[in-house]
């Protein structure tokens, strides 16, 4: 008789090449599961994650994804199939993490129907059908986890952002309905709201104008901004085992900004 192999968990990961997105996978990977790391622009970045993962003795796999682009879900999904099997020798993803996005305002008398519709691409469009594409090889009993924004809170209303705010916010609408719907597969569905976190978004925003940092923190409770670790441990623990009691929730990680 052969031996019968356990299963590996595996997580996927959007947006993992930097920022918050590659702060979870390194905090997923160290609680043990295989991360599949997903870049758009930045392969070398995923690479990066991929080996920081593989160097504290975890395991991980980049593949490329552009979730403003929903017609290439299927060929995802394919390709996703295959590293599952080839690497960890299993056809399910415990977890999907739509962490993949961009940052920058538009102020409303600038804005233009094209870069509403990237804004909905990307942040709404994008995570919701890129969950239902990968539903079929989502284990029951897993769980999705959305990145929403602090932005579409209230208290935290910058000029500037109200197409960015309106898709984050839909999210968290979303979040809540597919809690509901996927309840009968005991599949969890969450989202969290990060603050101002140290990232890349906004072309490197933090490194280009570190002044702008003293003021977010002074109006942060903790008296800092967030670090990518702060956001990717809070997003492991949501995905995992030891969140199995919570879904359709979302929950603000930002340190108290905007309290």
């Known amino acids: ?18 920022g918050i997105g590659r702060g979870a996978a390194v905090e997923i990977a160290a609680r043990g599961s295989g991360v599949v790391v997903t870049y758009n ?30 017609e290439t879900f299927p060929e995802f999904r394919a390709a996703l199939s295959s590293v599952l099997e080839s690497e960890w020798g299993t056809q399910r993803v415990q977890a999907l993490v739509n962490n993949a996005g961009f940052g920058g305002g538009v102020a409303f008398e600038e804005m233009t129907e094209d870069a509403f519709d990237r804004y909905y691409r990307v942040l709404l469009r994008g995570p919701y059908f890129l969950t239902q594409t990968l539903l079929p090889l989502l284990a029951d009993g897993g769980a999705v986890l959305m990145t929403s924004s602090s932005s579409a809170r209230p208290g935290d209303t ?45 072309d490197d925003a933090f490194e280009r104008f570190p002044a702008i940092i003293e003021g977010l923190a002074a109006k942060t409770a903790l008296g800092r901004i967030g670090e990518p670790e702060d956001i990717g441990r809070v997003i492991a623990f949501l995905v995992s085992d030891d969140a199995a009691w919570i879904t359709g929730e979302d929950l603000q990680v930002s340190g108290g900004y905007a309290l």
């Open 1 to 18: 008789m052969s031996e019968q192999r356990d299963e590996k968990s595996v997580v996927v990961v959007t947006g993992a090449s930097a």
């Open 41 to 70: 622009s930045r392969p070398a970045g995923a690479e990066e994650t991929v080996a920081t993962i593989r160097a504290a003795g975890g395991s991980a796999v980049a593949l490329p994804l552009d979730v403003g682009r929903s």
């Open 158 to 202: 910058e000029p500037g952002y109200s197409g960015y705010a309106a898709m984050k916010g839909a999210l968290v609408v979303a979040t809540r309905f597919l809690a509901k719907e996927l309840s009968h597969r005991s599949i969890r569905v969450n989202s969290i709201s990060p603050g101002p976190t140290r990232t890349r978004l906004g």
